[in-house]
């Protein structure tokens, strides 16, 4: 095995990929041009730098890992580039090949010879695949992250008896909606509808964000910045989904997601919450996409990441994802001592009850 490092992801790698697509795995955050409008926009305004690792056996590459480093406080951080927008942050891997302990061990050892200098490797978000080995996984025993993802099996949704009580409940506020105008399901093919409704899902997402006290990340104009450059993206590997549920000129309802050959990806909903909050209008554009997603041939709905309610009525597969940590100094020990803790007091719900009050005593003396 050998490596090769770049600040960019090579146009020749891409075109081998390309033309043997069915070997290799691409979670869609890892599309290179995802990942590039990601730095351009986020990335370089949070790390320090990016560089891609391509681990090659007879110039075909077997992982490419697409790194990125920032520093809190005095520690020195490697990370999988797509931050806090990107759901599955796995590597690139061809599916076929079978790792072997000197490659895992090869590839360690590149890692910190490349990052001589940080203290710890934080790889989040990783999928455990049930057919073929995630090498990042191998790297280390894995640790059970925060983060689960919800997803449906299309072949088995029929299955689903919970569904029926939704489905019956969307005809009712389809009725009540056909009351007030004319409802349709849109889904953008141009520019400028696909402008619009995106706009419309980052007004409706900050509404929603500030009424219930999290994190508002478009409050940040390196984070709506990425979403609207990601109309402009003719991307590698996966598509830009863009649709909307209307009533008239209103729109009730909005998704920004991504469509593979196999996979929707539901990434971006929001709903207005102030005119239509009553009439189920995310239920009622999911509804749309499912069937849409039947249409053409997918096997699978992913929600992705996110423990919101809905998801579980809807879904009927669960995946845990985990987080593989790597240190090189005593200061990424302790640190990976202080991230254990943290993740077990987040799964205990301590943090969240402790961030809440805080968030609301400082709203009462601001």
């Known amino acids: 095995m050998q490596l090769k490092t770049d600040t ?164 009712r506020q389809l009725k009540r909606l056909a009351a007030i105008g004319e409802v349709g399901f849109e889904v953008a093919d141009d520019y400028k509808n696909k402008k619009e409704i995106l706009e419309e899902m980052i007004a409706q997402k900050e509404q929603r964000y500030i009424k219930t006290n999290v994190w508002n990340m478009f409050a940040s104009k390196h984070y709506k910045n990425f979403y609207k450059n990601l109309l402009n993206c003719d991307f590698d590997f996966v598509k830009l989904h863009v649709s909307a549920i209307k009533v008239d000129n209103n729109y009730i309802s909005t998704h920004v997601g991504i469509l593979d050959n196999k996979v929707f990806y539901y990434l971006m909903p929001s709903f207005d919450g102030k005119k239509f909050g009553l009439y189920s209008g995310g239920n009622i554009l999911l509804e749309n996409l499912i069937n849409l997603s039947k249409f053409k041939n997918l096997e699978i709905f992913d929600f992705t990441i996110g423990g919101e309610n809905y998801k579980k009525k809807w879904t009927n597969k669960t995946t845990d994802l985990f987080d593989v940590i790597l240190t090189n100094s005593f200061s990424g020990k302790l640190a990976r001592v202080i991230i254990l803790v943290v993740f077990y007091l987040k799964k205990i719900n301590i943090i969240d009850k402790l961030y809440k009050k805080l968030y609301k005593l400082i709203n009462k003396c601001t």
């Not at 391509?54 to 999988?80: A, C, D, G, S």
Request: proline share 4%.
């Open 8 to 171: 960019t992801f090579s146009k020749d790698y891409i075109k081998e990929i390309q033309n043997n697509r069915d070997d290799y795995l691409i979670e869609p955050f890892l599309d290179p041009v995802w990942i590039n409008t990601w730095w351009k926009n986020i990335g370089i305004n949070e790390y320090d730098e990016i560089k891609y690792l391509i681990f090659l056996k007879n110039n075909k590459p077997k992982i490419i890992l697409p790194l990125v480093t920032r520093k809190i406080f005095n520690l020195k951080l490697v990370e999988m580039a797509g931050g806090k927008v990107s759901d599955y942050l796995s590597p690139i891997f061809d599916k076929r090949y079978k790792f072997t302990n000197e490659d895992i061990k090869f590839i360690n050892q590149e890692l910190f010879k490349n990052f001589k200098s940080y203290d710890l490797f934080f790889f989040r978000k990783q999928k455990n695949y049930q057919n073929y080995d995630n090498p990042l996984i191998l790297l280390d025993k894995p640790i059970l992250g925060l983060h689960k993802s919800y997803s449906i099996e299309l072949n088995k949704f029929d299955l689903n008896k919970s569904i029926k009580k939704i489905f019956n409940d969307n005809k």
